[in-house]
């Protein structure tokens, strides 16, 4: 039996983007998805291994209010529970970061992962990490709208759950403010309004994006 795993971390202290982009992209390397993808070489894991989303060092407090109520319907692991032999660390994802800084106390993942992954949306921001073998950089307002944008052509036979939907577009929405700020492109919107046919909950997304935004 294959005793491997991936994991994707958020910078520390996680805001909501950061949050959902790792969601997403968990997702994506964990759905058994056998259809071809576009760009699979870098977002396909193919090895349907579990991927854990850590969070090197806590959340933002609006994020630390809406994983107290749905932090159970993802794949979340602390750094401390994760298996003590890392020689099974197969990927590991670093959203909305690619500097080792950003990730702190997980800094340490980089020297077992036998392929990395950076997303990111700062174009201008240069990274220290020569090991990443995979660099998804696009300037748009949100780094989830990247994992969004992939996980719509990916076309996953279960689609996303409300819990997923509802995150990633509070990603979106936090990152553009709620597609107001300058850096916000015609592609978040459409990001928003796919996760929002998925089932994201309107009232999930007033709650938190508010305090998010304040």
Known sequence: PTTGFNVVLTHCTADFDSLASAVGLAKLWSCQNEREQVDKSKFDSSSHLPTFVVLPRGAHPSVQRF????????????????????????????????????????????????????????????????????????????????????????ELDDGLSEAEATLLALGIHADTGSLCFDSTTPRDARALAWVMEQGASQAAIAEHARASLS
């Open 67 to 154: 994983l107290a109520l749905h932090k159970h319907l993802f794949p979340i692991r602390s750094l401390r529970s994760l298996p003590e032999d890392l020689s099974g660390l197969n990927r590991l994802g670093l959203v909305d970061a690619q500097r080792r800084d950003r990730i702190g106390p997980a800094e340490h993942l980089l020297d077992h992962a036998k392929r990395i992954t950076v997303v990111d949306h700062h174009l201008d921001s240069e990274s220290d990490i020569p090991e990443a073998s995979d660099y998804v950089l696009d300037k748009v307002g949100s780094v989830s709208t990247l994992i969004v944008e992939r996980l719509m052509e990916a």
